[in-house]
Structures are given as structure tokens and as C-alpha cells.
């Protein structure tokens, strides 16, 4: 087998140890660089995907969205030769590559920016949303301020909607009639914001990631994924959530627990 042919295929998938239609591709880790490799690479911390060569449409790997260039290397490692976008020391380039990672991602930065507070937007429409749903509203607030600044005629380039910039499957999931409609959108936008708290356990972060960029991103990387709109978005939110938070005469929420080391 060629190969060159596969990777070039698979959108630079990859070639890795084939099984039936499947291939395992290494997504790995190090000083804030990713790589894909045939193997896990020493020093890196690795996770093995498993690629269909039959599916419609691949995952994105690389994390970032956009155009990408870069170098295929071979090296020999336990007896047998692998490949990988890392030139690590006894490398050898193959070829040179450009890569355009999938465009199919809902994740967005948002229309609103971190700025003052607004209380006076909607104000009777939040309150209602978040005592039926239980949720925290100056955190209901924070994300409608940075979908959409509060405005209900909003309309994204990913085509969600309203004050809540409700995606269309999401408009059908909550029968919202009028997404448009500031008391539709935002109650809306509060019973998902509920699920996705539930789902994650009170992890406001997980929860406002998948609120960009789907439960499915946010599963697939294990946490935030490294979409750059993404991490501005949860950024903007987390700023905006305290911000609303002392507005409203509340106690600051305590940080996020880091990994144990």
C-alpha cells in the first residue's frame, strides 16, 4: 500500500494500523502543539482514534479551524516505521502538506462583547426562564449577552436565531414557534442551559462549551475543545457570568477545581 495515498484521502487522517474499513490515528500533545502520528509519540500525551475509511465525513483532529501546512516525517521506533507531524529526532520528511480542517462546527464567538452589565434588557422574561428552570440567571444572562447582546432579531452566520441564538434543531427540540420571540427564545435557551448543567453536573464551563459548540465537541475532546472560538466564548462567559453576579447583589461562585498533579 502507498503510503501517501491514505493520508492525503483522509484529509492528512493519517495511515495507521488498518482493521477491516478502520484505521487508528494518534492524536498527541506536547508544549501546546498537536500532532498525528502512526504511533504515540515519546513525550507527548496520545489518544488513539479510530477512523472509518467509509465515513461521509471525518473528524477534525487538529482542534483549530482553518488552513494548515506543514511536513510528514518517518522514522523508525520499536522495530518498525512510523509517521508523524512532529519532526522528532531521527525524522526524515516524506512530503509537504496542506490541510483545511472541516468547516461543519457550530462553534461561534458570539455577537455580544464583555462589557458593563445590562439589566434593563428583558428583564421580566429572565427572571420568569429561570425560576421555572432553577437555573442561576445572572448565568442565563451572561450567555444571552454574549450570543446575541439581547437582540432578539439576531442572526448568526451559522444560522442560529434570537436572544438566545438557538440553533435550528434546537428550535424544533423545544417547539419554539417564533424564534424571534424574546420570552420563546429565552425560556428555551434556559431549559437547555438546564440539561446541559444536569448532564455535566453543575460544571458551568462544560456546560457554556457545549452551548457553543455541541455536546458532541465537548465529548470527542474530552472537556472545552480546542476550537479558538470556543475558548473565547466559554472565556467571555465565565467574565460576563461575574460580572452579572455582583450586579445582582450575588456572592461570587468559587473557582474551578484543577486537575490533581
Known sequence: MNPTRPLIALAFALLASTHGNARTVYRCIRDGTVSLATAPEPGSQCFAKELDDDAAALPNLWGRMGVFHGTL?????????????????????????????????PAHAGLGRVGAPRMDAFPREFRS??????????????????ESYFDAKAVSDKGARGVMQLMPETIADY?????????????????????????????????AA??????????????VPPYVETQEYVAKVQALHARYRKAMKLPPLPGQLAPAR
Open 210 to 223: 457545549a452551548y457553543n459548540a455541541g455536546a458532541g465537541a465537548v465529548a470527542q475532546y474530552n472537556g
Open 129 to 146: 426562564a429561570a425560576k421555572k428552570t432553577g437555573i442561576d440567571e445572572a448565568w442565563l444572562r451572561a450567555i444571552a449577552h454574549a
Open 73 to 105: 516525517y518517518k522514522r523508525e521506533q520499536d522495530g518498525r516505521t512510523v509517521y508523524s507531524t512532529r519532526n522528532l529526532p531521527g525524522s526524515t520528511p516524506v512530503l509537504g502538506f496542506t490541510v483545511a480542517t472541516p468547516a461543519g462546527s
Open 175 to 207: 417547539g419554539v414557534r417564533d424564534p424571534f420571540d424574546a420570552k420563546q427564545s429565552i425560556l428555551a435557551g434556559a431549559k437547555l442551559l438546564k440539561a446541559l448543567w444536569t448532564r455535566y453536573e453543575g460544571d458551568l464551563v462544560l456546560a
